[in-house]
């Protein structure tokens, strides 16, 4: 196993158009995150899964983004009629509890919305 | 809400110093991460601690949690150490991190 993986590393996009980034995570992981963070910033939280329910949503996490992890496996984000302020890092973490065990961060998706 | 802050913000120092890195956080917390971020984005754990002291190679990080305060230490420095350094707090019954904004570091050879 090679860690968190995500997929694409980088994507650019216009205005208003839709955008879908993709999370594996390590596989015997059952708790999985999505952060955000841009420039010179520390990540905020977006929304966090155990297996395949989502169990928390951050008030940043707007109508317009929605994720799923359909089979407790892998994980996406998408948003919707993208806006220039969702340029950011969108992360993906895994962790095999939530107490214990340390977060697995993958690499993220840098999204630059023009 | 638990509010962050971390020390110093940039911190630029000669290979071989004694680094410390200070974080503080304003409400009780089940869990402290400090977390090392090198350009272009990958994020590493270094610590998870809720109480006490941690120490790996010449990586040590130290909590009080009556005080809200933690400390990352790196002895001997590098410069592959230059990376910047992120202090998270997970709040009691909750299960999102909250983040500080980082240390930026550079170890000079």
């Known amino acids: 196993d090679t860690g968190v993986s995500q997929n694409p590393r980088h994507k650019i996009t216009k205005r208003g158009q839709n955008v879908t980034f993709r999370c594996d995570p390590i596989?015997?992981?059952?708790?999985l995150y999505w952060y955000r963070q841009t420039l010179g910033q520390g990540p905020e939280f977006l929304t966090y899964?155990?297996?395949?329910?989502?169990?928390?949503k951050s008030r940043l996490l707007s109508d317009r983004f929605s994720a799923e992890r359909p089979k407790g496996s892998f994980s996406t984000l998408e948003i919707q009629r993208t806006e220039q302020g969702d340029s950011a890092m969108y992360l993906c973490?895994?962790?095999?509890?939530?107490?214990?065990?340390?977060?697995?961060f993958g690499s993220g998706t840098q999204l630059s919305v023009l | 809400k638990n509010e962050v802050e971390q020390s110093p913000q940039n911190l630029t120092a000669q290979e071989g110093e004694f680094i410390t890195i200070n974080c503080s956080y304003s409400?009780?917390?089940?869990?402290l991460h400090w977390l090392q971020q090198h350009p272009g984005g990958g994020i590493v754990s270094l610590f998870m601690?809720?109480?006490g002291k941690k120490k790996h190679g010449r990586l040590i990080a130290t909590i009080n949690i009556q005080e809200k305060h933690s400390s990352l230490h790196i002895t001997a420095s590098h410069p592959r150490d230059s990376a910047v350094y992120i202090c998270?707090?997970?709040?009691?019954?909750?299960?999102?991190?909250?983040f500080g904004t980082g240390t930026r570091l550079t170890i000079i050879p």
């Open positions: 601690l809720s109480s």
């Open positions: 973490a895994s962790s095999l509890d939530a107490g214990r065990w340390k977060l697995f």
């Open positions: 998270a707090v997970r709040n009691f019954g909750n299960e999102k991190l909250t």
């Open positions: 409400v009780g917390i089940s869990a």
């Open positions: 899964f155990q297996n395949e329910a989502q169990l928390e």
């Open positions: 596989s015997e992981h059952n708790r």
